[in-house]
C-alpha cells in the first residue's frame, strides 16, 4: 500500500486531471461531434469518449507508469492483473446521454489497490458537480460533506433505476410507488444516491468495473452500502470485470430493498 503521502499525491493528481477532462468533455458537449457504435457489442461511443480517455491515460498513465490501467475505451491489457495498484476509467460514463444532448454523465476514474477502490471521483461538467471521495477520508461534494438519506421504506422512495423494470410481469409482488429517476449513467445514479439526492439504485443487468469502481468508494464513504443485489461483494481488477447487478443505498432502505430482490437469479454474465 502507498505511503500517506503518495495517496494524497495520487488524489490530487486524479482530481487535476480530471478537472481537465471535464473541459475537453465540455467542447464536444451539445455539438455536431462524432458518433458510431463498437463493433462488439453496438454500444454507442463518440469522439469524446476517446480524447477523454487518451488525456486521461496521458496525465494519470504518464504520471504513475507502474500502475496498472484499465477503462472501457483501451483495449484491455492482462498486464494489468499483476499489479497492485490500477486506474479504472470510464471516460464519459452515460455516453448514450453526452450524445443527446442530455446532462446526465460522468467522467468516472478509481484507483484501486488489491481489488478495492480506495480513491473515487465523478465529475458532470454540464452541472458542475464533482464527487469524491478517499478511504477513511469521507466523500464530498464541490467540496462538502455528503451522506446517504436516512429513508427506509421502499413506498415513496427516490429510486434510481430504470423504470420499465419494475412493472416486468416475473415479480411475484408488485413494486411500491416511487419517484423512479432515469439516469443513462450508472455512476451518476450511484452518486446521487451517496449525496441523498436519490434514495436508492438498483439495476438488475450486469455491469462493467468502469462502471461501479469510483462510485463504489463515493457511496460507501457517504455512509450507504453498494453490492450485487444478491449481496455479494464487488472486486475489481480481475480476469473478469463483470458484475452481474447492482443495489445501492442506506443501510435501513438497502436492507429493504435486499428482501425484495436478494433470492432473484440471473444468469451469469461471465
Known sequence: MPAPDTREEDFALMKDAVQEAGALAMRFFLTDHKQWSKAHDNTPVTEADIEVNELLHRRLGGARPSYGW?????????????????????????????????PHFVISVALVEEGRPVLGVLFNPATDEFFEASEGGGAFLNGKPIHVSGVSRIEGCRMAAFAPMFKHPAWPAPWPEMEILER???????????????????????????????????????????????????????????????????????????????????????
Do not use: M
Not at 477503462?71 to 448514450?96: A, F, N, Y
Not at 462493467?208 to 461483494?233: K, M, N, V
Open 184 to 270: 443513462n449513467s450508472v455512476a451518476y445514479r450511484i452518486a446521487l444516491v451517496a449525496c441523498g439526492a436519490a434514495d436508492a439504485a438498483l439495476a438488475l443487468n450486469s455491469k462493467s468495473d468502469w462502471d461501479i469502481a469510483a462510485a463504489d468508494i463515493i457511496l460507501r464513504e457517504a455512509g450507504g452500502r453498494i453490492t450485487a443485489h444478491d449481496g455479494s461483494t464487488f472486486f475489481y481488477n480481475r480476469n473478469s470485470t463483470r458484475h452481474p447487478s447492482l443495489l445501492a443505498a442506506g443501510p435501513a432502505l438497502y436492507e429493504a430493498i435486499f428482501a425484495k430482490v436478494g433470492a432473484i437469479r440471473i444468469p451469469s454474465s461471465r
Open 70 to 102: 484499465l477503462s472501457e475505451e483501451t483495449e484491455d491489457d492482462s498486464s494489468r492483473l499483476t499489479q497492485p495498484h490500477v486506474w479504472v476509467v470510464d471516460p464519459i460514463d452515460g455516453t448514450r446521454a453526452f450524445a443527446k444532448g442530455k
